[in-house]
């Protein structure tokens, strides 16, 4: 064989595997037929799932098969029904449903319709939402929603903000902000002091220690009776921190405590932030969104006053989970923050005309999330947010009118936000004890779900009522089935 011979021969060969490998790859490529039958399948299991919101659990307390379940991988693919099903099976019944309006546990999730279709057009555009010169309409986009929301928390221009994954890598985002503003290096850190209360969400005791702020000295502030930081103490503890030398430099205040919902005085620890020259990051991952409800904006106006802010549309705006925003009041700070220089992104970075998501956040390669708040926003316009916040409020100041008047039972005080926690107070047993067993009842039901507490050593039920789907039917049904657990435990106690 002379060598040509051997070329295409050899040529020939490879060919023809890649053909029979094309052949299997493709796949991965369903024709419409299936396309068609496997969207058929998941629409009717979704309205199926709707369907049965309304009358079915919020908690199903039965995951034991879970444990044992077995969901292998195999060489061949599946039938679509027996894997959809598993879904169903396994996934969409045990545990907490957070699609339902009995979801009324920690900060109960929503999950607009809309936003789902948003989600399932971004996957199978698969549009790259990470940097301006790749998709430019889709970075235009969120950054239509990131001044859209700059607006509403009352920032100036100087603002800029992402879209993350959620409240927790937003606070990071933020905290990551903070540090740089600040000049925090290792050479100062042992001297740098941040601020938080017992209230702060555990989330950003995290994004200190993701951000290395673990060896600076935190100081957890005292609280007043309400649970809101004391903002006399706060400026005593600043002020002897910095005679001693130290550097004062972040607080992290709450806009709603997921505990018990309350707004921390942001206005006034602003000003003392600022005169400290503290960074004030505001965390109002459950309470930023009632700035659209108008009984709202005078408590939460002062926010403006911030630093740094962060606000959950998984939850204020009952988006499916998957979406917390961070909004920073000067932008120069969390470029600074997140900026880099890589060789195979010059093509991206020579277009300007908007920032760029990959240049204000962690990540690169982003999934287009924007959308899923947009399309909402859109289709059903703010008003319809703004109703469905003010009702959830009232729903709590509801609940707390009739809880307060119920035989033995105690509220912590009327709720600032959505936010109830109560107890029943027993004649004769120990009131952390019974409120466990009412609790267990009420999970044990299913059709409710609430979650508890402990202050002060003090054991509460909570109510929070953010579920879009959450009415007043719901809140009547609580209260009925608090009055039937209790006495059943009543009951069981005393023996009958
Ligand atoms: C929920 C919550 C977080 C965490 O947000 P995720 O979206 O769950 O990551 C942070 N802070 C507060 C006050 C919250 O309510």
Not at 301 to 329: I, Q, R, T
Request: hydrophobic residues 45%.
């Amino acid at each position: 064989m002379n060598i040509i011979a051997l070329y295409l021969s050899v040529m020939n060969a490879l060919i023809n595997k890649i053909k029979k490998l094309e052949k299997a790859a493709l796949l991965l490529e369903p024709n419409q037929n299936t396309r068609e039958s496997w969207h058929k399948q998941v629409s009717e299991i979704a309205e199926n799932f709707l369907g049965k919101l309304e009358n079915g659990k919020a908690y199903d307390q039965d995951s034991s098969h879970i444990k044992q379940l077995k969901l292998p991988f195999t060489e061949k693919g599946m039938l679509s029904s027996k894997v959809f099903g598993d879904i169903v099976n396994h996934v969409d019944k045990p545990g907490i449903n957070p699609a339902s309006g009995g979801h009324l546990g920690y900060i109960p999730g929503g999950g607009l319709y809309a936003s789902a279709l948003a989600d399932y057009w971004v996957d199978v555009t698969n549009r790259y939402a990470g940097v301006f010169f790749a998709n430019p309409g889709a970075v235009k986009i969120e950054n239509e929603l990131i001044r859209w929301m700059i607006k509403l928390v009352g920032y100036p221009e100087t603002a800029w903000g992402n879209l993350a994954s959620g409240g927790s890598i937003a606070n990071l985002i933020a905290i990551v902000a903070a540090r740089e503003a600040k000049a925090i290096t290792p050479e100062n850190i042992r001297k740098a002091v941040i601020y938080v209360s017992k209230q702060t969400h555990h989330s950003v005791e995290k994004a200190f220690r993701i951000a290395g702020l673990q060896y600076a000295i935190t100081r957890t502030l005292p609280l007043t009776k309400k649970l809101k930081i004391d903002t006399i103490r706060f400026e005593e503890i600043a002020e002897d921190d910095k005679k001693q030398g130290l550097i004062p430099f972040l607080l992290v205040s709450s806009a709603g405590t997921t505990d018990a919902g309350v707004i921390d005085p942001i206005s006034a620890l602003s000003e003392i932030c600022t005169r400290y020259a503290i960074w004030h990051h505001v965390d109002a991952a459950y309470g930023g969104f009632f700035l659209l409800a108008k009984s709202f904006s005078s408590l939460l106006k002062a926010v403006n006053k911030s630093d740094s802010v962060v606000l959950d549309p998984h939850k204020g705006l009952f988006l499916p989970y998957g979406l917390g925003v961070v909004l920073v009041k000067s932008k120069t700070y969390l470029k600074d923050a997140f900026r880099y220089e890589a060789s195979y992104m010059q093509d991206a970075t020579e277009v300007e005309a908007e920032i760029s998501p990959a240049d204000v956040s962690p990540e690169l390669t982003k999934h287009f999330r924007g959308l899923r708040m947009w399309l909402p926003l859109r289709l059903h316009g703010i008003k319809v947010f703004r109703a469905a916040l003010e009702e959830k409020h009232l729903l709590a100041r509801y609940f707390y009118n009739k809880i307060s008047k119920l035989y033995r039972f105690e509220t912590f005080g009327k709720p600032e936000l959505t936010v109830v926690m109560f107890r029943y107070i027993p004649e004769s047993y120990d009131p952390n004890a019974f409120n466990q067993l009412l609790i267990d009842e009420i999970h044990r039901d299913g059709r409710i779900f609430l979650s508890t507490t402990t202050i002060n050593d003090v054991h509460w039920l909570r109510v929070a009522v953010l579920a879009f789907r959450t009415h007043i039917k719901i809140i009547d049904l609580i209260l009925q089935l608090l009055v039937e657990k209790v006495i059943l435990i009543e009951n069981k106690i005393s023996g009958y």
